[in-house]
């Protein structure tokens, strides 16, 4: 058997766990995947042929999925120690960490301690992390068995018959996706105590040995508890729910409830915006991609002339610099979402300008030779008349810092679900923004969905560095996530991932992908979601963008 890894050979004898071939011949620290003839495997897979390794630590994507998964279960091992009668909930990601609540108690921080010193007894003690396969039916009666109806309700939609769950000392549980094979693994973690519940922290992703920075975000964690009062509501709290609502032909007036609530929430925004009167002039949007910001401008707008308002748009776009006075990045190519991308002297004099009642002449991006042109489009506003300005800088002060604070109202725009395919498996918010992303770039930007896949980690990092440290400094949050929409999306991802072939690049990730949405039942009948939706805006038919 020939391995390679890392441009050297190694020649074996014997089959090997990738965790022992690491051990005795690569010596890699803190790895907890590896990706072997472009699959992702187990430290705990057994090498059997010939292949190529790649190793996987906790500053891939990957690895980072695996090591916060398994900190997950060793959470849930620590409170069920503690708590053994309440439900734990992983809820959602917030601030680099992931906020969970325990059932029927308000967490202390003595109570925080005492899950930290079970979770560190744990890595201490080098519990396995125990990997086993049954008929799917087995374990769907044995969840039934523990009166986990949640977990047994979601596997009945899996489609392979064979299911991997997992254990530590004793507790069985089911997880979307691959774990470490052991608690020692899981040494860099902390806890904070966060709202009614905790936020799980990992290793920071440039130093695994040291915390990741976490801070309280108060705005956001309002957002995902005014979020998950709607799904209440609704009476869809997980994937299973919606699959019943599907299943049995109720989901028209779900969609219309969600369009509803949407639409209530923009219209409570153009009223505060309009409650101060003339002193708010700059409407500033931003979010990271595929949150829908320009159907929410739209929506925004109408709802702003329904209180007599004239709101005008102007796309940042057309203020990028030319091409050759684009900043580059780390590696050398054009950094679009650099603030440095805009030309912020001249916006900032348009803005001062216009907020005077002076006309100025609008600039028009050409991307096709990387020039600022001018095309005789003037643009006068009168005192009253708010500028709406939509764009991933919208929250940073840097893009309008000529124009006084009290003029500006900043909202931020993401897709934040709350929707989980059970209380231990949620529903990753950057994995919805995705497919929404591959579905409107193959209808509308002739983009393939290794394309996309390919352009995501690029995104992500603008989004991490440009977006999110700002999302705080927001007057409003809003969250343009449907509860419904991923069983829409599924009939318009599913063909597109199952196009990546496996010795693709893009194929680890398209499979992963394909895995989570086989839980969704797909929603076929589009009758009941409006032309002005935000989903509209991904799947074609909107009649307010494009």
């Given at each position: 058997m020939i391995l390679k890894a890392?441009?050297?050979?190694?020649?074996?004898?014997?089959?090997?766990?990738?965790?022992?071939?690491?051990?005795?011949?690569?010596?890699?620290?803190?790895?907890?995947?590896?990706?072997?003839?472009?699959?992702?495997?187990?430290?705990?897979?057994?090498?059997?042929?010939?292949?190529?390794?790649?190793?996987?630590?906790?500053?891939?994507?990957?690895?980072?999925?695996?090591?916060?998964?398994?900190?997950?279960?060793?959470?849930?091992?620590?409170?069920?120690?503690?708590?053994?009668?309440?439900?734990?909930?992983?809820?959602?990601?917030?601030?680099?960490?992931?906020?969970?609540?325990?059932?029927?108690?308000?967490?202390?921080?003595?109570?925080?301690?005492?899950?930290?010193?079970?979770?560190?007894?744990?890595?201490?003690?080098?519990?396995?992390?125990?990997?086993?396969?049954?008929?799917?039916?087995?374990?769907?009666?044995?969840?039934?068995?523990?009166?986990?109806?949640?977990?047994?309700?979601?596997?009945?939609?899996?489609?392979?018959?064979?299911?991997?769950?997992?254990?530590?000392?004793?507790?069985?549980?089911?997880?979307?996706?691959?774990?470490?094979?052991?608690?020692?693994?899981l040494k860099t973690f902390d806890l904070q105590l966060c709202d009614d519940g905790v936020v799980i922290i990992g290793p920071n992703k440039n130093d695994f040995n040291k915390i990741a920075d976490y801070k309280y975000l108060p705005k956001l964690s309002y957002v995902f508890r005014e979020t998950e009062k709607w799904a209440k509501i609704m009476n869809v709290r997980n994937v299973s729910d919606l699959n019943k609502i599907i299943e049995n032909n109720k989901y028209s007036d779900l969609i219309r409830t969600v369009e509803a609530l949407h639409e209530k929430k923009i219209s409570e925004i153009a009223d505060m915006i309009d409650n101060h009167e003339h002193e708010k002039r700059l409407i500033l949007i931003a979010g990271p991609s595929s949150s829908g910001k320009t159907s929410f401008s739209h929506r925004l707008a109408t709802q702003l002339k329904v209180n007599g308002l004239d709101p005008v748009s102007i796309s940042l776009d057309n203020y990028f610099v030319n091409r050759e006075d684009t900043p580059l990045d780390e590696f050398g190519k054009y950094d679009f979402e650099s603030i440095y991308s805009i030309d912020l002297e001249l916006f900032n004099t348009h803005l001062q300008k216009l907020l005077k009642g002076e006309e100025i002449e609008l600039p028009v991006f050409n991307f096709k030779n990387g020039k600022r042109e001018y095309n005789n489009n003037f643009l006068k506003v009168s005192e009253t008349q708010p500028i709406i300005i939509e764009g991933i800088h919208g929250l940073n002060e840097m893009l309008t810092e000529s124009i006084p604070h009290n003029k500006k109202f900043k909202i931020y725009v993401s897709a934040l679900t709350q929707l989980n395919l059970d209380e231990h498996n949620r529903i990753q918010t950057t994995d919805l923004r995705l497919i929404r992303r591959m579905v409107r770039d193959k209808s509308f930007r002739n983009k393939t969905v290794k394309e996309t896949i390919a352009q995501w980690k690029s995104v992500r990092r603008g989004e991490e560095k440009y977006i999110f440290p700002y999302q705080e400094e927001a007057d409003i949050m809003f969250n343009s996530t449907l509860i419904y929409e991923l069983s829409v999306l599924k009939k318009y991802a599913k063909p597109l991932l199952e196009n990546v072939k496996k010795d693709e690049e893009e194929y680890i990730e398209s499979n992963r992908l394909l895995k989570f949405l086989q839980y969704f039942v797909p929603l076929e009948d589009e009758a009941d979601i409006p032309p002005t939706s935000i989903l509209k805006e991904f799947i074609g038919g909107s009649r307010i963008v494009h």
């Open positions: 890392y441009s050297k050979e190694y020649s074996l004898n014997n089959t090997i766990t990738i965790e022992n071939f690491n051990k005795e011949y690569l010596k890699q620290d803190n790895i907890v995947a590896a990706i072997f003839n472009n699959n992702l495997r187990e430290l705990t897979y057994e090498l059997k042929a010939d292949g190529i390794i790649k190793l996987l630590d906790f500053k891939s994507h990957d690895g980072k999925k695996i090591y916060m998964r398994s900190l997950s279960f060793l959470f849930i091992r620590a409170c069920k120690d503690l708590y053994p009668n309440n439900q734990i909930n992983i809820e959602h990601a917030i601030s680099k960490g992931l906020y969970c609540e325990i059932n029927g108690i308000t967490l202390l921080k003595e109570d925080v301690d005492k899950i930290k010193e079970r979770m560190n007894f744990y890595v201490k003690e080098d519990f396995k992390i125990i990997k086993k396969t049954c008929d799917k039916q087995d374990a769907i009666k044995e969840f039934e068995r523990l009166n986990n109806y949640k977990k047994a309700e979601i596997l009945k939609y899996k489609k392979e018959d064979k299911v991997t769950m997992y254990e530590i000392n004793g507790l069985i549980d089911y997880f979307y996706g691959y774990m470490v094979p052991s608690t020692s693994y």
